[in-house]
Nanobody, 124 residues
Framework: QVQLVESGGGLVQAGGSLRLSCAVSGRAFSSTGMGWFRQAPGKERAFVAAISWTGTSTYYADSVKGRFTISRDNAKNTLYLQMNSLKPEDTAVYYC?????????????????WGQGTQVTVSS
């Protein structure tokens, strides 16, 4: 049974930073492509960023490029999302997801494993 558990969400003012973490258990994390998605109220779940199993390849949605950084520590089985220069439109529930391969810009249906989500709220 694969488990993904996100943490690090919260309330932050516009221009601030947050770092999300996703702890993975039950699978060889180092062989898994990982991604972050987000879902704002009344909107569909949207791709944010993806990273290859080695961590050498990354891909970002245009809306977060230059502000967010995805990374992973395979020794700790943990995925990260560093979010800087946050904007009110970044407010959403953020989900980490796992797949058998690197999926740059992939659709949510292509991911096999999901966390429960963590709320990020950016005030103006």
């Amino acid at each position: 049974q694969v488990q993904l558990v996100e943490s690090g969400g919260g309330l932050v003012q516009a221009g601030g930073s947050l770092r999300l973490s996703c702890a993975v258990s039950g699978r060889a994390f180092s062989s898994t492509g990982m991604g972050w998605f987000r879902q704002a109220p009344g909107k569909e779940r949207a791709f944010v960023a993806a990273i290859s199993w080695t961590g050498t390849s990354t891909y970002y949605a245009d809306s977060v490029k230059g502000r967010f950084t995805i990374s992973r520590d395979n020794a700790k089985n943990t995925l990260y999302l560093q979010m800087n220069s946050l904007k009110p439109e970044d407010t959403a529930v953020y989900y980490c997801a796992g797949a058998g391969r690197f999926l740059p810009g992939g659709a949510s249906r292509e991911y096999d494993y999901w966390g429960q989500g963590t709320q990020v709220t950016v005030s103006s």
